[in-house]
């Protein structure tokens, strides 16, 4: 063991091999509960940005010392509650940008011991009560220090030397910094490092390489987040889902529950629990993991509406654990409408629902035998129908959960997967096949929207119009059919390809110029439908052939950065078509889409 230390204290390079093992059980716990804790609780404002950002003096910001008291402060309580949740490991704010640490650093500076009512290192219980309750514990630390004396930056406007001109005042802050990092490891050997302001400065001035080393020869299978100047082990993509399956091998969304990392009692805007488990559903069908954050008062309460949160969470996780925890990155994109998991060795395949359909659900392209079907946290074997390598399976309407319901498919061997391309239909087709039953008729519906998705349109050059008027020209043979497309001709007429995968759990077109975005919407969803990665503003979202407005909110848009913000639409039972429902979204110009990666903000 003395070896393998000095080894890493000396630059050995990590194998493959040592990176994987130490890597395995992040990979696995797939749930983080972020903590946002400081003294910006006391006035409920931005952490630290207060002050950078000139909102108000840093004096005025720092008088919030006086009103941290930690006074109904329980980390046990705390970490009872993260456990229930499901979450695996917790990263706690052991010293934000504003300087302020939480434990009772003897490197100078601001802590809650000396500086404020509390008069505690309120950091050193709650570390001990993660561990007691076999949680996996990361500490957060800011790599800025905007409050200390010998820091260059001290807001967005003043700086107070330069690196050049002082050089000696550098060096003072980074022993101070380190030196707080040193502390941190032989107290509490974390699992988990996550800085946070490296762009600030570059990986030479930080001493980057140097910090890992020295972590390392305190821990050698401790994980760095990437905010280190690249010197790390996961990316952290921050607030928006991505909407392309991330490259890393290791990732972490970071999220808050509303619009605010610490506590904030004027921020209502809160997520809904089914909202927050459909993205910890997409975090990991993509690979990844949910880092969601919590921020407590400043007498060391949870507010109640995270404590709701956390528990609706904690019922959905354990009820579905198996395929959550220790899973793997799911189907590719257009095998499922919807999330998905892996079990390691690809003989289980779990598919997260995002709606009820009225005809079974579907899945493409599955060569491999189907061993059986179940209903997860039940167990409840369902019946399966195999038409080539397409799947479809019936779900029993009382099977479903209240928030997102998942289904594990057992197979023979590690899951073969073929081709999802639809068969194109033509208009020919739709003349000469009449459908033998209501399953038929769906099937149909859904291979039609299929089709427009990806550009063949069989009414390109018809006389079909957009108000339906000349259907029955068409001669399609079967009337439900012709009666589904009389309804939608709108979203049918001159319509070509619709999204990429990966911005809707369902088929789309758009209209010929562009500007309007059809939705197709199996039977009936389980929560708001969402849009993600969509630039545009929307004017009006309506229901085709039906005419009902929808109103739509954002959630995780930061007026600071180019990342949209996640789209969600409440589409009530009482508009649904029996068949498959179409909404149409007239957008401000035609369409644009972010599908970069979503990297860490850098501003507030």
Same mark, same amino acid.
């Given at each position: 063991?003395?070896?393998?230390?000095?080894?890493?204290?000396?630059?050995?390079?990590?194998?493959?091999?040592?990176?994987?093992?130490?890597?395995?059980?992040?990979?696995?716990?797939?749930?983080?509960?972020?903590?946002?804790?400081?003294?910006?609780?006391?006035?409920?404002?931005?952490?630290?940005?207060?002050?950078?950002?000139?909102?108000?003096?840093?004096?005025?910001?720092?008088?919030?010392?006086?009103?941290?008291?930690?006074?109904?402060?329980?980390?046990?309580?705390?970490?009872?509650?993260?456990?229930?949740?499901?979450?695996?490991?917790?990263?706690?704010?052991?010293?934000?940008?504003?300087?302020?640490?939480?434990?009772?650093?003897?490197?100078?500076?601001?802590?809650?011991?000396?500086?404020?009512?509390?008069?505690?290192?309120?950091?050193?219980?709650?570390?001990?009560?993660?561990?007691?309750?076999?949680?996996?514990?990361?500490?957060?630390?800011?790599?800025?220090?905007?409050?200390?004396?010998?820091?260059?930056?001290?807001?967005?406007?003043?700086?107070?030397?330069?690196?050049?001109?002082?050089?000696?005042?550098?060096?003072?802050?980074?022993?101070?910094?380190?030196?707080?990092?040193?502390?941190?490891?032989?107290?509490?050997?974390?699992?988990?490092?996550?800085?946070?302001?490296?762009?600030?400065?570059?990986?030479?001035?930080?001493?980057?390489?140097?910090?890992?080393?020295?972590?390392?020869?305190?821990?050698?299978?401790?994980?760095?987040?990437?905010?280190?100047?690249?010197?790390?082990?996961?990316?952290?993509?921050?607030?928006?889902?991505?909407?392309?399956?991330?490259?890393?091998?290791?990732?972490?969304?970071?999220?808050?529950?509303?619009?605010?990392?610490?506590?904030?009692?004027?921020?209502?805007?809160?997520?809904?629990?089914?909202?927050?488990?459909?993205?910890?559903?997409?975090?990991?069908?993509?690979?990844?993991?949910?880092?969601?954050?919590?921020?407590?008062?400043?007498?060391?309460?949870?507010?109640?509406?995270?404590?709701?949160?956390?528990?609706?969470?904690?019922?959905?996780?354990?009820?579905?654990?198996?395929?959550?925890?220790?899973?793997?990155?799911?189907?590719?994109?257009?095998?499922?409408?919807?999330?998905?998991?892996?079990?390691?060795?690809?003989?289980?395949?779990?598919?997260?629902?995002?709606?009820?359909?009225?005809?079974?659900?579907?899945?493409?392209?599955?060569?491999?035998?189907?061993?059986?079907?179940?209903?997860?946290?039940?167990?409840?074997?369902?019946?399966?129908?195999?038409?080539?390598?397409?799947?479809?399976? /019936?779900?029993?309407? %009382?099977? #479903?959960?209240?928030?997102?319901?998942?289904? @594990?498919?057992?197979? !023979?061997?590690?899951?073969? +997967?073929?081709?999802?391309?639809?068969?194109?239909?033509?208009?020919?087709?739709?003349?000469?096949?009449?459908?033998?039953?209501?399953?038929?008729?769906?099937?149909?519906?859904?291979?039609?929207?299929?089709?427009?998705?990806?550009?063949?349109?069989?009414?390109?050059?018809?006389?079909?119009?957009?108000?339906?008027?000349?259907?029955?020209?068409?001669?399609?043979?079967?009337?439900?059919?012709?009666?589904?497309?009389? /309804?939608?001709?709108? %979203?049918? #007429?001159?319509?070509?390809?619709?999204?990429? @995968?990966?911005?809707? !759990?369902?088929?789309?077109? +758009?209209?010929?110029?562009?500007?309007?975005?059809?939705?197709?919407?199996?039977?009936?969803?389980?929560?708001?439908?969402?849009?993600?990665?969509?630039?545009?503003?929307?004017?009006?979202?309506?229901?085709?052939?039906?005419?009902?407005?929808?109103?739509?909110?954002?959630?995780?848009?930061?007026?600071?950065?180019?990342?949209?913000?996640?789209?969600?639409?409440?589409?009530?039972?009482?508009?649904?078509?029996?068949?498959?429902?179409?909404? %149409?979204?007239?957008?401000?110009?035609?369409?644009?889409?972010?599908?970069?990666?979503?990297?860490?903000?850098?501003?507030?």
């Amino acid at each position: 063991m003395l070896a393998q230390l000095l080894g890493v204290a000396q630059g050995k390079k990590e194998t493959e091999a040592e990176r994987k093992a130490k890597m395995q059980w992040f990979g696995d716990a797939k749930l983080g509960i972020f903590i946002h804790w400081g003294i910006y609780a006391v006035q409920g404002i931005p952490e630290s940005w207060s002050f950078f950002n000139n909102y108000l003096s840093h004096e005025e910001y720092m008088k919030q010392l006086g009103g941290f008291t930690a006074a109904q402060y329980r980390p046990q309580e705390w970490a009872a509650l993260i456990k229930e949740s499901g979450a695996r490991y917790a990263v706690i704010t052991t010293k934000h940008h504003d300087g302020v640490a939480l434990w009772d650093s003897k490197m100078g500076g601001h802590n809650t011991k000396t500086h404020t009512p509390a008069k505690r290192d309120v950091l050193t219980p709650f570390v001990a009560a993660l561990r007691e309750k076999n949680l996996k514990t990361g500490l957060y630390f800011s790599l800025p220090d905007w409050s200390y004396p010998d820091y260059d930056v001290f807001t967005r406007t003043r700086s107070r030397y330069s690196l050049e001109k002082e050089p000696k005042r550098w060096q003072k802050f980074l022993g101070y910094y380190q030196g707080q990092l040193q502390e941190l490891s032989k107290r509490y050997n974390p699992d988990l490092y996550w800085f946070d302001g490296d762009w600030e400065h570059n990986a030479e001035q930080w001493q980057s390489e140097k910090v890992r080393k020295m972590l390392l020869g305190y821990n050698q299978n401790v994980i760095i987040n990437s905010r280190l100047n690249h010197y790390g082990d996961y990316a952290t993509p921050e607030q928006g889902v991505p909407v392309v399956r991330p490259q890393d091998a290791y990732w972490e969304l970071c999220l808050t529950m509303n619009d605010s990392w610490g506590y904030s009692p004027h921020d209502h805007h809160y997520k809904s629990a089914k909202q927050i488990i459909h993205t910890f559903a997409d975090c990991i069908g993509n690979g990844g993991n949910l880092l969601l954050d919590i921020g407590p008062k400043p007498d060391g309460t949870i507010p109640e509406e995270q404590v709701a949160l956390l528990k609706a969470l904690g019922r959905w996780t354990n009820k579905h654990q198996e395929a959550i925890f220790g899973t793997v990155a799911g189907l590719p994109e257009g095998h499922f409408y919807g999330s998905t998991t892996l079990s390691p060795d690809r003989k289980k395949l779990y598919l997260f629902l995002p709606t009820q359909p009225q005809e079974g659900i579907q899945v493409k392209g599955l060569i491999s035998p189907v061993k059986s079907v179940a209903l997860v946290g039940s167990n409840t074997p369902l019946p399966i129908e195999k038409q080539g390598s397409t799947a479809y399976l /019936k779900v029993p309407a %009382a099977g #479903y959960d209240q928030d997102l319901t998942v289904v @594990a498919l057992t197979f !023979e061997e590690p899951l073969r +997967l073929g081709d999802t391309a639809p068969e194109k239909l033509t208009l020919a087709t739709l003349q000469a096949k009449k459908a033998a039953n209501s399953a038929e008729v769906n099937r149909t519906i859904r291979q039609l929207a299929d089709n427009v998705n990806q550009g063949w349109n069989p009414f390109a050059g018809t006389s079909l119009q957009p108000d339906g008027a000349e259907t029955t020209t068409l001669k399609i043979a079967d009337k439900r059919v012709e009666d589904w497309v009389r /309804k939608h001709a709108e %979203a049918l #007429y001159k319509t070509r390809a619709g999204l990429p @995968a990966g911005h809707y !759990e369902g088929a789309t077109a +758009l209209s010929e110029d562009r500007q309007t975005l059809y939705l197709f919407l199996e039977g009936k969803p389980t929560g708001p439908i969402a849009i993600k990665g969509l630039k545009n503003k929307i004017h009006r979202s309506r229901v085709v052939g039906q005419g009902t407005l929808l109103s739509h909110e954002i959630f995780n848009k930061q007026y600071w950065s180019d990342i949209p913000g996640i789209i969600y639409l409440d589409v009530p039972q009482s508009v649904l078509d029996q068949e498959m429902t179409v909404i %149409a979204l007239l957008l401000d110009k035609p369409v644009e889409l972010h599908r970069e990666a979503i990297k860490p903000i850098e501003s507030n």
